[in-house]
């Protein structure tokens, strides 16, 4: 049945990207060309963070795509901001996670719950991207098991003391970082959990302690460090949300940087397909091109799958959450999807390159380190099954 005479054809139901997507998807796909990819091997080399190339992002406009036009930002939705990571992803994972986490657990928790104070102090050079920023949850005692945490802030007169440490934050210490908002205990519910509050953390304040940045496996450049608090003195004007609100409020927001990960994975999917495609067509072995050979020619129809379902789960979650319906269910799946397909991706990628493809020079082999971190930040991939489970209506454990 053609589209013009089915009778479910006007149900709403598009696949289509407006003009303005298309051409902001166009746009960041030509910056990543033209400024990210000629740099990207040298950049992991050397594991320089690359100030210079995440503030002319921010000139592009990329870190304000889904926030209000008031505080710097374009107004579009989680689904442009999942296009520009896409596009940047897709050259440089490093740059891609820096964009995700500096709009999503930087900028998008002091735009959802901050006072007009907070928003006019900290929004602007966050939305065009001349300063980053973090929200640190994880403790050396687990990630996963957000309540179980340790740090604590006792109020003294009007300013909160805060004591402990968060492991893996990012954007924390950079030399554009304007601050930190991070979680800590700040009493005892009335049914005896712990009450967990936010508190942003500007840079240099003193008893703030960034440590050396973390030696990763895989996104080599970006800032990624362990934090110490040591009398950590904020006034009691920094608490974001509500005291008590922290968890809730840090969770809410991890549902829209479960989508933007499943962005950056659907990024990592389409560079090694791009790059896969090439060289099958380019490497010779027995005489033929090797994408002639079943073996490699399958390899690459199933990355085109994936490239595909991944996205369709990130567009079909953005699209939600953009007309303020609840996507929470499609966040996770979306997530858990999209970050499996990318590292089952990448491995096969690196088996069509070959030796080339264990070399750092190779976009592939450097996505192959990248890769396995999708599957662990912003919630294991054990945790979104857990999650998935629940809103099936799985029983909890007791
Ligand atoms: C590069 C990088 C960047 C990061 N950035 C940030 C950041 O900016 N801010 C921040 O707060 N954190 C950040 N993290 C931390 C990240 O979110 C945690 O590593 C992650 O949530 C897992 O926590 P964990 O490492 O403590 O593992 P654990 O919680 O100790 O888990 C260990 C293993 O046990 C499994 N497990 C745990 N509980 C269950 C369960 N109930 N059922 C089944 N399996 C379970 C986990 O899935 C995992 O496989 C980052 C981590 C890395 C490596």
Redesign the pocket.
């Known amino acids: 049945m053609s589209p013009q005479t089915n009778p479910a054809a006007n149900t709403g139901l598009s696949f289509e990207l407006t003009k303005e997507q298309q051409d902001l998807r166009a746009r960041v796909h030509e910056f990543a060309q033209q400024r990210i990819t000629p740099v990207a091997a040298d950049m992991y080399r050397t594991g320089e963070y690359p100030v210079e190339i995440i503030q002319a992002m921010g000139r592009e406009g990329f870190f304000g795509l889904s926030f209000p036009e008031e505080y710097g930002g374009s107004g579009g939705g989680l689904l442009e901001l999942c296009l520009a990571i896409e596009e940047v992803g897709r050259a440089d994972q490093s740059l891609g996670i820096t964009l995700e986490?500096s709009t999503g657990?930087g900028a998008a928790p002091i735009a959802r719950w901050g006072t007009p104070e907070q928003k006019e102090r900290w929004l602007p050079d966050l939305l065009t991207g001349q300063k980053v920023a973090?929200?640190?949850?994880?403790e050396p005692g687990?990630?996963?098991?957000t309540v179980g945490m340790k740090t604590r802030a006792e109020l003294d007169g009007d300013e909160w003391v805060i004591n402990g440490s968060?492991?893996?934050?990012?954007?924390a210490g950079s030399p554009i970082t304007s601050h930190c908002t991070v979680t800590a205990v700040t009493g005892t519910q009335p049914d005896g959990r712990p009450e967990i509050t936010t508190i942003i953390v500007p840079a240099g304040t003193p008893g703030f302690e960034p440590q050396e940045r973390?030696d990763?496996v895989g996104?080599r450049t970006?800032d990624?460090r362990n934090l110490v608090f040591r009398d950590c003195r904020v006034p009691v004007s920094h608490t974001l949300g509500e005291r008590g609100q922290g968890l809730r409020n840090f969770l809410g927001a991890l549902d829209g940087g479960r989508v933007a990960i499943a962005a950056l994975a659907v990024g990592m999917i389409q560079g090694c397909l791009d790059e896969c495609l090439r060289y099958a067509g380019e490497r010779e072995a027995f005489g033929r091109a090797i994408g002639t050979y079943q073996g490699i020619s399958f390899k690459i129809a199933d990355m085109a799958v994936r490239a595909q379902l991944a996205r369709d789960a990130v567009w079909r979650a953005a699209w939600l959450a953009d007309q303020g319906r609840p996507y929470s269910q499609e966040a996770y799946i979306a997530k858990l999807f999209a970050s499996e397909a990318a590292a089952t991706t990448a491995r096969e990628a690196v088996q069509v390159f070959g030796g080339k493809g264990f070399s750092n020079e190779s976009l592939v082999g450097r996505f192959y380190r990248d890769a396995k971190?999708l599957e662990?930040?912003?919630?294991?991939?054990?945790?979104q099954r857990?999650l998935i489970g629940r809103l099936l209506g799985l029983p909890k454990p007791a």
Request: no cysteine; proline share 0%; glycine share 22%.
């Open positions: 986490s657990l973090g929200f640190g949850l994880t687990g990630g996963s098991d968060k492991s893996w934050i990012g954007n973390n990763l996104w970006i990624n971190i662990i930040g912003e919630g294991t991939s054990e945790v857990m």
